[in-house]
């Protein structure tokens, strides 16, 4: 499986990206594609994901109602469109896929990862 991420950049705060992440390779029925972020000095956290059969979504808190997950079957992509943008959104976003038909927050149940688009969000 191959996951390519792009569409950061820098903003202003209050702006809005939207970052893709594209998805090859090997197939499945029933898997979650996720986002996680890493802060310069601080480890990955969680920041959205979505089950792609029954398209149920989960999100951190620190972006419920400014972030929202979707995902476009036909190109095998995953979005996130974010909007509000604060400079504490300032990260490395990665995106991930889970063969675990469960929205995961944690890190160890994704199984394969992209490697990276660059958000920074400029005061």
């Known amino acids: 499986v191959q996951l390519q991420a792009f569409g950061g950049g820098l903003v202003q705060a209050g702006g809005f990206l939207r970052l893709s992440c594209a998805k090859s390779?090997?197939?499945?029925?029933?898997?979650?594609m996720g986002w996680f972020r890493q802060a310069p000095g601080k480890e990955r956290e969680f920041v959205a994901a979505?089950?792609?059969?029954?398209?149920?979504?989960a999100y951190a808190d620190s972006v419920k109602g400014r972030f929202t997950i979707s995902r476009d079957s036909a190109k095998n992509t995953v979005y996130l469109q974010m909007n509000s943008l604060k400079p504490e959104d300032t990260a490395l976003y990665y995106c991930?896929?889970?063969?675990?038909?469960?929205?995961?927050?944690?890190?160890?149940?994704?199984?394969?990862w992209g490697q990276g688009t660059k958000v920074t969000v400029s005061s």
């Open positions: 979505i089950r792609w059969s029954i398209i149920s979504t």
């Open positions: 390779g090997r197939t499945f029925s029933d898997y979650v």
């Open positions: 991930a896929v889970g063969l675990r038909p469960t929205l995961g927050r944690l890190e160890r149940l994704y199984d394969y």
